[in-house]
């Protein structure tokens, strides 16, 4: 644990100190010869590359569609600024990358190393393109360097980082079970860090700073919402990023505050993460924008409890069967209209009003309008329900916080 807390440390002082350095010195680790990349995920991408270069391990990366995967890397191995590092280079015109080490790197990345972080990569690129072959790749050499396990999976971070130990092993458990239960179910990141002090000046910067060069997030538009806590500011903070912006928008937002931080207030921690979680599986499977009725089972399909099928009925069968009855009344008037029209044949057809009118008995003199009455009907503009903010990163993030 003390690892940890001293890891996430040492990348805020390289957030803070070192990539300025570095940018300052015009030390490039990103060439996007192909415009892929979005200037946010570049800026982030070269971050995470000046924190590994302070690790011992420079990598550039090579977005370029000119030459063979590995011809293409060892082009680019002359812009290492010792000889010693690895090179990405990803292939447009293939859709096939490489990740290649040179000088004393291979020492610590092998070939097969590298052709392990590369596999993992290509999947990534396959599946959503360069940026998340990036994160992988950023990701795995990392982990490499300090010892860890390759991440192959959806979330490069785990769903409960605490730092301040404020969950014990049995509700750490719980939590984690909730949190990446949600993360499954809905493929859409869900996670909480909690730690004592907040490096940043405010918990939004700080949540959407971890949001961003911490890597969360699932798919090619890195979806989900990140739950920060700093004990010693007795601050929280919701951000949420990509499809999540609009599935939990301001009004849900609000409610995910007012579930929550009671729990917090009351140190019960375990209840805040847990209720947390099950609300934003509730969101995610009902987008249309409703407030949380603590009731997974009320989907699209019919719900388990007695006062969810009232509700089913209410809300799918209901508007079904009054739009049959109504078309069927249509019908039936239609026909027995048509039937009595027909019986009435002593009718005559006329051409013009004069035998309805005695003559004589109309004398028009004066025509005009009278104003009667007016309906005024005012329809109020739509507002949009997800307030957005920039990150340091360069990206738009939603969510909200405040005190416990």
Same mark, same amino acid.
């Given at each position: 644990?003390?690892?940890?807390?001293?890891?996430?440390?040492?990348?805020?002082?390289?957030?803070?100190?070192?990539?300025?350095?570095?940018?300052?010195?015009?030390?490039?680790?990103?060439?996007?010869?192909?415009?892929?990349?979005?200037?946010?995920?570049?800026?982030?991408?070269?971050?995470?590359?000046?924190?590994?270069?302070?690790?011992?391990?420079?990598?550039?990366?090579?977005?370029?569609?000119?030459?063979?995967?590995?011809?293409?890397?060892?082009?680019?191995?002359?812009?290492?600024?010792?000889?010693? @590092?690895?090179? +990405? %280079? /990803?292939?447009?015109?293939?859709?096939?990358?490489?990740?290649?080490? *040179? &000088?004393? !790197?291979?020492?610590?990345?092998?070939?097969?190393?590298?052709?392990?972080?590369?596999?993992?990569?290509?999947?990534?690129?396959?599946?959503?393109?360069?940026?998340?072959?990036?994160?992988?790749?950023?990701?795995?050499?990392?982990?490499?360097?300090?010892?860890?396990?390759?991440?192959?999976?959806?979330?490069?971070?785990?769903?409960?980082?605490?730092?301040?130990?404020?969950?014990?092993?049995?509700?750490?458990?719980?939590?984690?079970?909730?949190?990446?239960?949600?993360?499954?179910?809905?493929?859409?990141?869900?996670?909480?860090?909690?730690?004592?002090?907040?490096?940043?000046?405010?918990?939004?910067?700080?949540?959407?700073?971890?949001?961003?060069?911490?890597?969360?997030?699932?798919?090619?538009?890195?979806? @989900?919402?990140? +739950? %920060? /806590?700093?004990?010693?500011?007795?601050?929280?903070?919701?951000?949420? *990023? &990509?499809? !999540?912006?609009?599935?939990?928008?301001?009004?849900?937002?609000?409610?995910?505050?007012?579930?929550?931080?009671?729990?917090?207030?009351?140190?019960?921690?375990?209840?805040?993460?847990?209720?947390?979680?099950?609300?934003?599986?509730?969101?995610?499977?009902?987008?249309?924008?409703?407030?949380?009725?603590?009731?997974?089972?009320?989907?699209?399909?019919?719900?388990?409890?007695?006062?969810?099928?009232?509700?089913?009925?209410?809300?799918?069968?209901?508007?079904?069967?009054?739009?049959?009855?109504?078309?069927?009344?249509?019908?039936?008037?239609?026909?027995?209209?048509?039937?009595?029209?027909?019986?009435?044949?002593?009718?005559?057809?006329?051409?013009?009003?004069?035998?309805?009118?005695?003559?004589?008995?109309?004398?028009?003199?004066?025509?005009?309008?009278?104003?009667?009455?007016?309906?005024?009907?005012?329809?109020?503009?739509?507002?949009?329900?997800?307030?957005?903010?920039?990150?340091?990163?360069?990206?738009?993030?939603?969510?909200?916080?405040?005190?416990?």
């Amino acid at each position: 644990m003390k690892r940890k807390i001293s890891l996430i440390k040492m990348l805020i002082f390289l957030i803070v100190f070192l990539f300025p350095c570095a940018a300052f010195a015009g030390q490039t680790y990103v060439y996007d010869k192909e415009d892929e990349l979005s200037a946010s995920q570049i800026k982030i991408l070269e971050t995470r590359c000046s924190w590994l270069e302070s690790d011992g391990a420079e990598l550039i990366i090579v977005i370029d569609g000119d030459k063979r995967p590995e011809t293409g890397a060892d082009a680019f191995s002359s812009k290492l600024s010792s000889g010693n @590092g690895l090179v +990405l %280079y /990803i292939d447009e015109e293939s859709d096939s990358l490489i990740l290649k080490a *040179y &000088g004393n !790197a291979k020492n610590t990345f092998p070939e097969e190393t590298c052709a392990e972080i590369s596999r993992l990569a290509q999947i990534k690129l396959d599946r959503f393109g360069e940026y998340d072959s990036c994160q992988s790749t950023v990701v795995n050499v990392t982990g490499k360097l300090y010892g860890e396990a390759f991440v192959e999976g959806s979330f490069y971070r785990p769903a409960v980082c605490d730092y301040s130990g404020v969950l014990n092993e049995n509700e750490n458990t719980a939590v984690k079970e909730q949190l990446e239960k949600t993360r499954n179910e809905i493929n859409m990141d869900v996670a909480v860090i909690v730690e004592d002090e907040m490096w940043g000046s405010t918990a939004e910067e700080t949540a959407d700073d971890y949001y961003d060069y911490l890597f969360y997030g699932a798919g090619e538009d890195d979806d @989900g919402i990140l +739950l %920060y /806590i700093s004990m010693d500011e007795r601050k929280y903070q919701f951000s949420t *990023y &990509g499809d !999540a912006i609009e599935i939990i928008g301001n009004k849900r937002i609000e409610e995910l505050k007012n579930s929550v931080a009671p729990y917090l207030s009351e140190g019960k921690f375990a209840d805040a993460f847990i209720t947390y979680g099950k609300m934003v599986e509730y969101y995610a499977v009902n987008p249309g924008g409703g407030g949380y009725d603590g009731n997974l089972e009320n989907r699209s399909h019919m719900p388990a409890t007695f006062s969810g099928k009232v509700k089913y009925f209410i809300s799918k069968v209901w508007p079904a069967a009054l739009t049959a009855g109504i078309i069927f009344g249509i019908i039936m008037g239609l026909i027995l209209t048509s039937a009595k029209k027909r019986k009435m044949n002593n009718a005559v057809k006329q051409t013009d009003a004069d035998a309805y009118l005695e003559e004589g008995s109309v004398n028009l003199k004066t025509c005009r309008d009278i104003y009667l009455y007016s309906n005024v009907i005012r329809t109020p503009k739509p507002q949009q329900d997800s307030g957005t903010h920039m990150s340091s990163g360069g990206r738009f993030h939603g969510g909200g916080g405040g005190s416990f």
